[in-house]
């Protein structure tokens, strides 16, 4: 059975810091590329980042240069890291494989 558990989210203020992690199991991780999506109060499902096989990462327009995703096969987990957050980024974080996605980390920049 496919299992993706995110964690690390929380309250931080205007230009701080995140580190999403996403723990795996069920399958062989290193064999899948990964991504993560969002939704915002009120929105629908946003993509955000994605990382392949051999490790390239691609980001939506609005987080490049701030986010960072990434993927340790020996541990089953993805990250995501978060800098100079801003409220826009305010959103329930999945990390997502195809159909699969966990149950979510919340995220909220606030002052």
């Known amino acids: 059975?496919?299992?993706?558990v995110e964690s690390g989210g929380g309250l931080v203020q205007p230009g701080g810091s995140l580190r999403l992690s996403c723990a795996a199991?069920?399958?062989?991780?290193?064999?899948?590329?990964?991504s993560w999506v969002r939704q915002a109060p009120?929105?629908?499902l946003e993509w955000v980042a994605s990382i392949n096989l051999p490790g390239v990462a691609t980001y939506t327009?609005?987080?490049k240069g701030r986010f960072t995703i990434s993927k340790d096969n020996a541990r089953n987990t993805l990250y995501l890291q978060m800098n100079n957050l801003k409220p826009e980024d305010t959103a329930?974080?999945?990390?997502?494989?195809?159909?699969?996605?966990?149950?979510?980390?919340?995220?909220?920049?606030s002052s």
Request: glycine share 18%.
């Open 61 to 63: 327009e609005t987080v």
């Open 1 to 4: 059975e496919v299992q993706l």
């Open 25 to 34: 199991s069920g399958f062989t991780f290193r064999s899948y590329g990964m």
């Open 42 to 44: 009120g929105k629908g």
């Open 92 to 109: 329930v974080y999945y990390c997502q494989r195809g159909e699969f996605r966990g149950q979510g980390t919340q995220v909220t920049v």
